[in-house]
């Protein structure tokens, strides 16, 4: 994927120098284990919202529609009715395997979060300073919503629509 983007080759071997014979030690009181860590980006890792970016940009071009990771779902949407129509078929398809989305209501704030990326930067930026949140997605039963957040961390990065590093680093 860095060579398709044109990343120098000097970086990309940076890169892979830092991903490459990693491992993981595990220790529980005297006793450690340690594995080699063969997957993914590291749990934190700074690089983890670019890698993220190239994911989307590779998805443009494959139908890319959403991520999972364990217990940490991120779906993405094109337009305001695809993802209420998503949310509440969602909702629905968890509960027949006796699952749950988190869903707040009219005096609660939801845990599963919807984030609005404007098209534009300069969009995104003014929003931002103007504290603009979506209005809540209402889905079909008992005054059940899915609140906006401007921020939320997913594997362990902070993402917001400037998508920039800003946020994490000042938290």
């Known amino acids: 994927m860095l060579e398709k983007y044109r990343i120098l080759p000097s970086l990309k071997?940076?890169?892979e120098k830092m991903y490459k014979n990693c491992q993981v030690e595990i220790k529980c009181g005297k006793i450690s284990a340690a594995f080699d860590y063969t997957t993914g980006v590291y749990q934190g890792d700074d690089m983890l919202p670019i890698f993220f970016l190239f994911i989307m940009q590779e998805g443009k071009n494959f139908n890319f529609r959403n991520a999972l990771y364990v217990d940490d779902?991120?779906?993405?949407f094109n337009t305001w009715n695809e993802l209420k129509e998503?949310?509440?078929r969602l909702q629905k398809h968890f509960a027949c395997f006796g699952l749950i989305m988190h869903?707040?209501?009219l005096t609660t704030k939801s845990k599963s979060e919807a984030m609005y990326f404007p098209p534009l930067l300069a969009e995104a930026k003014k929003l931002e300073e103007e504290g603009y949140l979506p209005?809540?997605?209402k889905l079909p039963h008992d005054n059940?919503?899915?609140s906006f957040s401007s921020n939320f961390k997913y594997l362990g990065s902070i993402i917001t629509p400037l998508l920039k590093e800003d946020t994490k680093i000042a938290a």
């Not at 779902?73 to 993405?76: E, G, I, P, Y």
């Open 13 to 15: 071997a940076v890169i």
């Open 144 to 146: 059940e919503r899915i």
């Open 103 to 105: 869903i707040g209501n």
């Open 86 to 88: 998503t949310a509440s």
């Open 73 to 76: 779902s991120m779906f993405l």
């Open 135 to 137: 209005e809540d997605i």
